[in-house]
């Protein structure tokens, strides 16, 4: 058993750059179970810089200087970064917080809705409805002792998120200008032939990419239209139901099946049954149909191509090991995943002729 073991391990890590490139992922594996906290603005300046690159691309694919080319890019992400800060953040904390308000009132919109139940269907009780309601106000009410509580607990971390908001945009500027030095920099403590790593570079540097720009435009796509239906129809908190339903693209499958609910919740208490939240229900079934139909294909075309189980598993897997960071950036990380198990050297099977087999018995007759 040893020996198969050992076998199997010398013709895995025959090589000297799949050693480093298995230290290398237990290494950032490591630093992200340990350091994660603190190397969030780092990483989120990774991925932003990251996104920028396609501008940069395209502009110095028309001939535009390498020095103009960093400050158009990097003034139009400053404009897109302190936009969100400014305009979009304060109007969905506004609206979360007028939402909180108006939680209890609500909630007895619902109950009373609710409670015409049972004059339409018999399989709903008054006495039911009482109890789900009673439950769901008990959990509400220990969900805002706990949201009061975290906020209490993070008011010591207001400090270090202003910090952030500094660092992130002096990070991007640095990693949109150095780029290859800091690259080079990286590689030089790389073995100096490296096919492995530049296969699993190659691989997931397209894939990654294609994956992140098109989901920063699918996120702002369906936001925007979202936001704009919201404020047609006349729904409550357009801006915070737009965001949320924006970034459930994220997630695939899971996050369109979650945000499904608050969306119709808010129309329900806010309409009832009725032809405003038919309306509301026809609209929002479009946009998800939209999204999932045409623009997916049209922005993915060329991108990530993962079976939908390995996409909810790789959610769930790092989901559990990262939280709310893990499920964000769970596709790109099992892309990189894939990228390494496709570009891994695997040792060659042997040929298999059948003549060989009839000549072996022939001989041992």
């Not at 396609?54 to 020095?67: C, D, E, I, N």
């Not at 897109?80 to 917080?97: C, E, K, N, R, Y």
């Not at 924006?246 to 979650?258: D, E, H």
Request: net charge neutral; with cysteine.
């Amino acid at each position: 058993m040893l020996g198969i073991v050992r076998s199997w391990f010398d013709r895995l890590f025959a090589e000297e750059e799949t050693v480093v490139l298995l230290l290398l992922i237990v290494a950032c594996l490591l630093l992200m179970l340990t350091l994660g906290n603190v190397l969030v603005p780092i990483m989120a300046s990774i991925v932003l810089a990251f996104m920028m690159q396609g501008l940069m691309a395209r502009l110095s694919g028309m001939g535009v200087s390498r020095w103009l080319t960093i400050a158009i890019t990097y003034t139009v992400f400053v404009t897109i970064f302190f936009g969100v800060l400014v305009v979009l953040l304060p109007l969905v904390w506004q609206q979360l917080t007028n939402l909180f308000e108006e939680l209890p009132v609500m909630l007895r919109q619902l109950q009373h809705l609710l409670l015409l139940l049972p004059q339409r269907s018999e399989m709903f009780t008054e006495q039911q409805i009482r109890d789900w309601m009673a439950l769901a106000t008990k959990e509400l009410g220990s969900v805002g002792q706990y949201l009061l509580s975290f906020s209490i607990a993070q008011l010591p971390n207001v400090l270090g998120l202003m910090i952030n908001i500094v660092l992130i945009p002096i990070l991007v500027f640095f990693f949109l200008k150095d780029k290859e030095t800091i690259l080079g920099w990286l590689a030089s403590f790389l073995p100096g032939r490296r096919p492995l790593l530049k296969a699993v570079w190659a691989e997931a540097n397209v894939q990654v990419a294609n994956y992140v720009r098109g989901k920063a435009v699918e996120i702002v796509i369906v936001g925007v239209v979202s936001y704009i239906a919201f404020i047609v129809i006349g729904l409550n908190y357009p801006a915070l139901l737009a965001l949320v339903v924006g970034l459930s693209v994220v997630i695939p499958y899971i996050g369109a099946a979650v945000v499904t609910l608050p969306v119709l919740l808010v129309g329900f208490i806010q309409w009832g049954w009725g032809g405003e939240f038919l309306t509301l229900f026809i609209v929002y079934s479009v946009i998800q149909a939209l999204d999932g139909n045409v623009l997916v294909p049209l922005l993915f075309s060329e991108a990530v191509n993962m079976h939908p189980v390995a996409i909810i598993v790789a959610v769930l897997a790092f989901g559990g090991i990262w939280g709310v960071w893990g499920v964000f950036f769970a596709i790109p990380l099992a892309t990189l995943v894939k990228a390494i198990l496709y570009a891994w050297p695997r040792p060659k099977a042997p040929e298999f002729y059948p003549n060989d087999m009839l000549l072996g018995e022939s001989n041992d007759i």
